[in-house]
């Protein structure tokens, strides 16, 4: 099964610092994607990639950037941390899965950040 | 996407089917039905997915009605570890991004 890891699954930062948020799949996918959930909103996109080096904006990607050096990685980044950053963040690898190859997402178990 | 529209909430007796309706009356023809689990403080969870046919894995049975426009996701023998948010997805299978309602909590009780 693939496998998507994230590096850091409880940070705590202070308001105005520079947060890496580090995701990992082994799957030779070649999309992956940033997600924040909060309570009464759901999932939102931040920032979603295609290939090595693109990169594309989701939803949300205000106060984000992300990069995507290596197949297998994609960080999020937040370059300046605000109160509103707090959150649960998520990233995701998408495969193909099926007879008829309907796009699956495999999500990382998450990186709770709060930003103090 | 075709809207989804799922209860907020539901129980289940350990050991007994769980049952999770989906209503997406506006689905179109060329859009999968997709099911995924939250269990808390963790990252959604694949379940199953579906066009047309009813499928079957390891994990649940998925059943789609004739005219598509719902749908029911059924754990066989739920047990206290399926206790989380379940979310019916309906998109294109290209689809990069998929929306997460507000799905629905299983609760399993002993």
């Known amino acids: 099964d693939v496998k998507v890891t994230q590096s850091s699954r409880y940070l705590v930062k202070r308001t105005g610092e520079k947060v890496f948020l580090e995701c990992v799949q082994d799957m030779d996918h070649e999309n992956m994607f940033w997600y924040r959930q909060d309570p009464g909103l759901g999932l939102r996109l931040i920032y979603f990639?295609?290939?090595?080096?693109?990169?594309e904006k989701g939803d949300i990607p205000e106060g984000y950037s992300v990069s995507r050096e290596k197949k297998e990685r994609f960080s999020l980044i937040l370059e300046s941390a605000s109160t509103n950053q707090t959150s649960m963040y998520l990233c995701?690898?998408?495969?193909?899965?099926?007879?008829?190859?309907?796009?699956?997402?495999?999500f990382g178990a998450g990186s709770r950040l709060t930003v103090l | 996407d075709a809207k989804t529209t799922q209860p907020p909430s539901m129980d289940c007796a350990e050991g007994r089917a769980a049952n999770l309706p989906c209503n997406h009356s506006?689905?179109?023809?060329?859009?999968?039905v997709y099911w995924y689990r939250q269990i808390h403080s963790q990252g959604p969870q694949y379940i199953i997915h579906g066009l047309k046919n009813n499928e079957t894995n390891e994990m649940a049975s998925l059943i789609i009605t004739e005219d598509r426009k719902s749908s029911t996701l059924i754990l066989p023998h739920a047990t206290l570890r399926d206790t989380a948010v379940y979310y019916c997805?309906?998109?294109?299978?290209?689809?990069?991004?998929?929306?997460f309602g507000g799905g629905t909590r299983l609760m399993v009780k002993p």
């Open positions: 995701a690898s998408r495969g193909t899965r099926g007879s008829l190859g309907a796009n699956v997402l495999t």
């Open positions: 990639s295609y290939d090595v080096k693109m990169k």
């Open positions: 506006t689905i179109s023809g060329n859009e999968y």
């Open positions: 997805i309906v998109r294109v299978a290209a689809g990069n991004m998929l929306t």
